[in-house]
């Protein structure tokens, strides 16, 4: 009887614990979406979230947590230790905007303009990391109020330059790794989320392993010989040349790479010669992308670039030499770590509002987090509800509907009250 006792008395515990997070939740709404349309209206670039790193660490200095700014140039970290000693959970949320002139009609609309590489240009939260920084906040808010349900350390980290780090300087995920993020205390597991401007309000995607791709970045070097336009026999054209090795790159795609395994994408999107209509130039630059989501795929198609780039370029007279850079890693989510968290997700968004997707192509450097720990990195809703068509990140007209901010709070929180507790 005292048993039984005892396991009903924990149940009626949970259930006030769990309805004590719930009021908590519908509380910091209001606060969660003010903090957005600011950070929506004041956006800050790569390097250069000065003002964003302000309004955070103060915030996370409110709550009294441990704080530290200036990681890796502007990044804040913020550390909040339960009552009981266990592990250590990493959260984190990107902070940066991007070169973007925003065209939404909104009150909080951003009017930020900047230089971007010599240019002018217009700064907007075009891709979501407004949200992200509000819903973290959020969550340390929550967190911070409920330190006898932790066992562990929960670290929060707002990291500067996912967009990518100006040329010639350092930043981003890398250089908080490089400047020890997860260390002191170490951290066992991150999680993180992004906001999905075509997914509706209310799910959550996921996908175990190989989620979002390794992005390189590449340009190909092509030398000729320059010649009149009238006598193409004289010289060699780096033209051509560069022509037949854009075609010959696709066929690594369509005929060597095992695409029933994981999608691999190999892109040319600049291409730069000559300087008059009727001279054959001396030089050709291209400069593209490769997207792979499988290491084995990736080292195949780097190598048989390499080779193919070469031999076009020698079969037709010509010189040839490619480069690569990498701009991130392949965002790649523990599949223990996904199966034990799954449960914590469901309990946050409906069982129904949790999906597995396939992987996608598009880049994040959340994932050199996850080359050094576990991690699991999700997507979270932001589309209207009966809505069909919205814009895609990285436009002008990027619009998050704020409704589904909040479940993004309960999932992280959620998700870390269940690791620290259960493992």
């Not at 890398?174 to 951290?187: A, D, F, H, R």
């Not at 010989?225 to 060699?236: D, E, M, N, R």
């Not at 989501?293 to 007279?317: C, H, N, Q, S, V």
């Not at 392949?330 to 996904?338: G, R, S």
Request: one cysteine or more; aromatic letters at 8%; a negative charge.
């Amino acid at each position: 009887m005292k048993i039984l006792y005892a396991f009903l008395l924990l149940g009626i515990t949970s259930t006030f614990a769990q309805n004590d997070l719930e009021s908590q939740f519908i509380d910091i709404e209001s606060k969660l979406i003010e903090w957005r349309r600011d950070f929506h209206k004041n956006p800050e670039l790569s390097n250069q979230e000065f003002k964003t790193a302000e309004k955070i660490s103060a915030h996370l200095r409110s709550l009294g947590l441990e704080v530290q700014t200036g990681v890796a140039i502007t990044g804040v970290v913020g550390v909040l230790k339960g009552h009981q000693p266990g592990k250590v959970v990493a959260l984190r949320a990107d902070i940066d905007a991007l070169p973007v002139t925003e065209e939404n009609d909104l009150p909080f609309k951003s009017t930020v303009t900047a230089d971007f590489l010599g240019n002018e240009t217009g700064v907007a939260h075009a891709c979501g990391h407004d949200g992200h920084t509000a819903i973290l906040m959020s969550v340390a808010e929550i967190l911070s109020k409920n330190k006898d349900k932790i066992k562990g350390t929960v670290k929060f980290i707002f990291q500067p330059a996912e967009e990518g780090p100006p040329p010639g300087e350092e930043g981003g995920a890398k250089l908080m790794i490089k400047e020890g993020v997860l260390e002191n205390p170490k951290v066992d597991v991150i999680f993180g989320l992004h906001l999905r401007s075509m997914v509706e309000v209310g799910q959550i995607h996921y996908k175990p392993g190989g989620a979002m791709a390794a992005v390189e970045r590449f340009v190909i070097n092509v030398k000729g010989k320059q010649t009149h336009g009238a006598a193409p026999w004289l010289g060699v054209d780096p033209i051509l040349i560069s022509a037949k090795i854009i075609d010959g790159l696709q066929t690594i795609i369509s005929r060597e790479s095992k695409l029933i395994n994981e999608a691999a994408v190999i892109t040319v999107g600049k291409i730069t010669s000559g300087v008059r209509f009727n001279i054959i130039p001396e030089t050709a630059e291209l400069v593209g992308t490769v997207r792979t989501l499988d290491p084995d795929m990736k080292a195949l198609i780097i190598k048989r670039m390499t080779e193919m780039t070469e031999t076009i370029a020698k079969a037709y007279g010509g010189e040839a030499t490619i480069s690569f850079r990498n701009q991130t890693a392949i965002v790649y989510n523990n599949h223990d770590l996904v199966n034990n968290m799954l449960p914590s997700l469901k309990k946050a968004a409906g069982d129904d509002k949790v999906i597995q997707i396939k992987a996608e192509t598009i880049g994040e450097d959340f994932s050199y987090f996850q080359e050094e720990i576990p991690g699991f990195y999700f997507y979270l809703g932001a589309m209207e509800k009966g809505n069909t068509v919205n814009h895609p990140h990285h436009t002008p007209s990027f619009y998050v509907d704020e409704s589904g901010l909040l479940l993004g709070v309960k999932a992280l929180t959620q998700m870390t009250l269940d690791y620290l507790n259960k493992y």
